[in-house]
């Protein structure tokens, strides 16, 4: 059996916190921008390092906030078509 890799939604080292504490980005690294709204489940990281991550915020300067859901990309993929919720 061959694992294929998933389709990264928006690059991401999965590593990197902020104050937030959680890990970010810029909008520009995303595939399709348009994906990237606050309470959506996307794919993200770089490499062999991908989660299924949700969208915290979008910032006007496309500062984005990510937060990660424990569990491999497989146990999530059910969330990924889940609609963003406002908060």
Same mark, same amino acid.
């Given at each position: 059996?061959?694992?294929?890799?998933?389709?990264?939604?928006?690059?991401?080292?999965?590593?990197?916190?902020?104050?937030?504490?959680?890990?970010?980005?810029?909008?520009?690294?995303? $595939? !399709?921008?348009?994906?990237? #709204?606050?309470?959506?489940?996307?794919?993200?990281?770089?490499? +062999?390092?991908?989660?299924?991550? &949700?969208?915290?915020?979008?910032? $006007? !300067?496309?500062?984005?906030? #990510?937060?990660?859901?424990?569990?491999?990309?497989?146990?999530? +993929?059910?969330?990924?078509?889940? &609609?963003?919720?406002?908060?």
């Amino acid at each position: 059996m061959t694992m294929t890799e998933p389709h990264i939604d928006i690059l991401v080292d999965l590593q990197t916190e902020d104050e937030t504490g959680l890990p970010w980005t810029f909008l520009e690294d995303a $595939a !399709d921008p348009t994906l990237i #709204l606050p309470g959506r489940y996307v794919i993200g990281g770089a490499g +062999r390092a991908v989660a299924v991550v &949700q969208v915290i915020d979008v910032g $006007a !300067d496309g500062l984005v906030h #990510l937060r990660p859901v424990r569990g491999t990309v497989e146990e999530n +993929r059910h969330l990924l078509d889940a &609609q963003p919720t406002s908060a």
